[in-house]
């Protein structure tokens, strides 16, 4: 929590229980549909490396041709065989038509 290295924890890094995980109904080991929620055992306060996420509305539509934040660590490759990067990976990704 509040860390951008999958592997390290810093000194700014709370260790928080987990209470439940939850992942998408049709998660896909192909690196689709695998969003996940964890929920925490307790509150966290925020901070400048600890911010809420917003979760769009169940019934959201996004433009096609709009831009969107990703923030996520992944196999850099798109590969399931590629490794994943231990740094927290961001970029804007185009909404496709």
């Not at 860390?3 to 998660?27: A, M």
């Amino acid at each position: 929590l509040g860390d951008k290295l999958l592997h390290f924890r810093s000194e700014t890094t709370p260790v928080v229980p987990v209470q439940d995980i939850v992942c998408h109904r049709f998660y896909e080991e192909k690196l689709r549909r695998d969003a996940t929620l964890v929920l925490l055992a307790f509150s966290v306060n925020y901070s400048s490396y600890i911010q809420p996420v917003r979760l769009p509305e169940r019934a959201c539509h996004v433009e096609s041709g709009t831009e969107r934040w990703v923030t996520r660590w992944s196999r850099v490759a798109g590969s399931v065989t590629a490794p994943v990067s231990i740094h927290l990976q961001q970029t804007e990704q185009l909404i496709p038509q």
